[in-house]
Nanobody, 126 residues
Framework: VQLQAFGGGLVQAGGSLRLSCAASGRTFSSYVMGWFRQAPGKEREFVAAISWSGGSTYYAGSVKGRFTISRDNAKNTVYLQMNSLKPEDTAVYYC????????????????????WGQGTLVTVSS
């Protein structure tokens, strides 16, 4: 699976952005999909994940209620709608694919994921 994330940019605090991650291959619907982010000088951290069908989602506490993950298996694409953005949301955002049954205990762990996209930069100005 090859992943390509896009949709990042510069936005003012309180604004919104929608990230997209397009996947190649015919088995996209077999993968749990996740979004992670990495700010300068910090470790990569979990943002959100979604199950194969989209029926289960899981969010980091810092984004819950502001971000929404969704997927369209017909388009091989996963989305991250980001609302009420804050300067601390500034980071490079990565999408990732995990070929495993849904388990909220490990979908937040970066090392569990099998494939990664190249990242897209989100900058939130104050």
């Amino acid at each position: 699976v090859q992943l390509q994330a896009f949709g990042g940019g510069l936005v003012q605090a309180g604004g919104s952005l929608r990230l997209s991650c397009a996947a190649s291959g015919r088995t996209f619907s077999s993968y749990v999909m996740g979004w992670f982010r990495q700010a300068p000088g910090k470790e990569r951290e979990f943002v959100a994940a979604i199950s194969w069908s989209g029926g289960s989602t899981y969010y980091a506490g810092s984004v819950k209620g502001r971000f929404t993950i969704s997927r369209d298996n017909a388009k091989n694409t996963v989305y991250l709608q980001m609302n009420s953005l804050k300067p601390e949301d500034t980071a490079v955002y990565y999408c990732a694919a995990l070929r495993s049954p849904w388990d909220s205990d490990y979908v937040s762990v970066p090392t569990q994921y099998d494939y990664w996209g190249q990242g897209t930069l989100v900058t939130v100005s104050s």
